[in-house]
DNA sequence: TCTTGACAAACGAACGTTCGTTTGTGGTAT
DNA sequence: ATACCACAAACGAACGTTCGTTTGTCAAGA
């Protein structure tokens, strides 16, 4: 027989593609098994249950941006350096694992208390370190001072977010503009300034 | 008996508020008919199928957000005046029909191919009244000339979609100031305007 | 030989839905 | 006012199917 057997990190990353397209409930385990190859109960060779799936995706998920984050804040830039570091960072994360991305942002509600609050305080402390950085660019004066530190980071990673129901890898736009862009709207807006000195 | 009866209406609120808060796939019609004191087979007295409700759901959110931009558009302002009242008008159908609108961003996918291929198209024409108010901006020359109408209007439109996710109405911050919050960081960014005479 | 991965059958529970029946209500004829 | 009827709403049992999961078996690598 040439087929190779399936680890359970197929299985895992199997999960995270389909939970990302047809949602936690639904996707079946017999659904989940074909798309390995298998029947759906050959599956409980290798996990426990089908939620222990989802928890592994959606903890790999939350990892991955945190991750990402703490090499984003080792530079010794400035604030505007640092929140391009973490757009640039979010958008390598969810470009490089979209699947894994959709399902934790997606289906980590389906999850029960104990491990949707594991899940939130992991996205509370990934968001604090977007405002955490948007305040110190407020104290260093590059930001306005009338911009409120937990509402922006609140709308960039709205943005961030949003990436993974629009974008397409063939869609002409490549992850560096993508961040440029983001970075553009974030810190300048779409107004163009009062001129003030024309010649 | 006290009870009052349930009409359709009643049904298709209470499946607009489950299928958001549990996803489409994860509400039986069991557990709908126990929000409403009904037993899930009560149900098919009203309605034919448990997908009609969810399209009947998702239209409601198309509808929604549709006749919202009609009424923004009718200004006679400028492009700033209707990108804001896009904004404010967005806002709106989100806070007064969270549960429809819920229902809406995240369960439309579950629809079969052809509902699906509808709302896919109301939400294009949706987001085109966001573009061409900014590339009327941009010909106006109130907006930046190298703002790109179509990835701007994605990004405003993902920190729109995304406040069903983290708004509370009872967090202290009213509409008024969201959508001020909002359309500020659209049009001015977060960055201080370079100052011309330091010191 | 022992371990592993997959099979295939089977389990009980839950699914969406159907069906025949009961119940409550409002209008009409008495 | 009372009796009647038509109808819509809800019941409750049951349908066939699918669900997640368990179990016992067996072939193949180590």
């Known amino acids: 027989m040439v087929t190779t057997r399936n680890t ?3 299985i895992v990353a199997a ?3 389909m939970f990302a397209d047809k949602g936690y409930h639904g ?3 017999r659904d989940l098994g074909g798309e390995l190859g298998l029947l759906g109960s050959s599956l409980y060779s290798h996990i426990d249950s089908k939620e222990d799936l989802l928890v592994e995706v959606v903890d790999e998920g939350a990892r991955l941006f945190l991750d990402a984050s703490d090499r984003a804040m080792t530079g010794d830039g400035g604030a ?6 973490l757009i640039a960072g979010h958008v390598d994360v969810v470009l490089d694992h979209l699947d894994v991305v959709r399902t934790y942002l997606n289906e980590a509600r389906m999850l029960d208390e104990s491990h949707r609050a594991r899940v939130v305080s992991a996205r509370d402390e990934y968001e604090s370190r977007f405002r955490d950085v948007i305040s110190q ?4 004066g590059v930001f306005r001072s ?3 530190a937990k509402i922006t980071s ?16 063939d869609g002409g736009l490549d992850r560096t503009s993508l961040v440029e862009a983001i970075d ?3 810190t300048s807006g779409i107004q163009k300034p009062a001129s003030r000195v024309p010649r």
Not at 137 to 140: L, P
Request: a negative charge; aromatic letters at 8%.
């Open 146 to 148: 009338d911009v409120d």
């Open 154 to 169: 609140i709308f960039i990673l709205s943005i961030l977010n949003a990436i993974e129901r629009w974008y397409r890898p």
């Open 8 to 10: 359970r990190e197929d």
């Open 184 to 186: 553009r709207v974030a």
């Open 27 to 29: 996707t079946s385990m």
């Open 80 to 85: 505007e350096q640092k929140l391009r570091a």
């Open 15 to 17: 999960a995270g593609r």
């Open 137 to 140: 660019g407020v104290e260093e």
